[in-house]
């Protein structure tokens, strides 16, 4: 049974910066793709990040070029590296691990708070 696990966000003043990770189990890690998405209260769960098998990445125009993904397969992780944090980069933040270009046999992790606040 896949697992997910994120770890890593907090409380940071605007304009820094963050690294969020997020680790699987019970997966063969390097077959899937990864993704970040957020949730802001009262608000839809967006998309923030992808990063393929292949290591090809997608970013929103919102976060582009402040926000950077990576993976690292030996680790089973996929890290978020959050810079020039804006108020409006809080959320709840989850992982998402998908196969295939229709990202199926998805799961979830169970999310970790990023708040900016000065």
């Known amino acids: 049974q896949v697992q997910l696990v994120e770890s890593g966000g907090g409380l940071v003043q605007p304009g820094g910066s963050l690294r969020l990770s997020c680790t699987a189990s019970?997966?063969?890690?390097?077959?899937?793709?990864m993704a970040w998405y957020r949730q802001a209260p009262g608000k839809e769960r967006e998309f923030v990040a992808s990063i393929s098998t292949v290591g090809t990445t997608r970013y929103p125009d919102s976060v582009k070029g402040r926000f950077t993904v990576s993976r690292d397969n030996g680790k089973k992780t996929v890290y978020l590296q959050m810079n020039s944090l804006k108020p409006e980069d809080t959320a709840v933040y989850y992982c998402?691990?998908?196969?295939?270009?229709?990202?199926?046999?998805?799961?979830w992790g169970q999310g970790t708070q990023v708040t900016v606040s000065s």
């Open positions: 019970g997966i063969d890690f390097r077959i899937y793709n």
């Open positions: 998402r691990i998908g196969y295939g270009s229709a990202w199926s046999q998805d799961s």
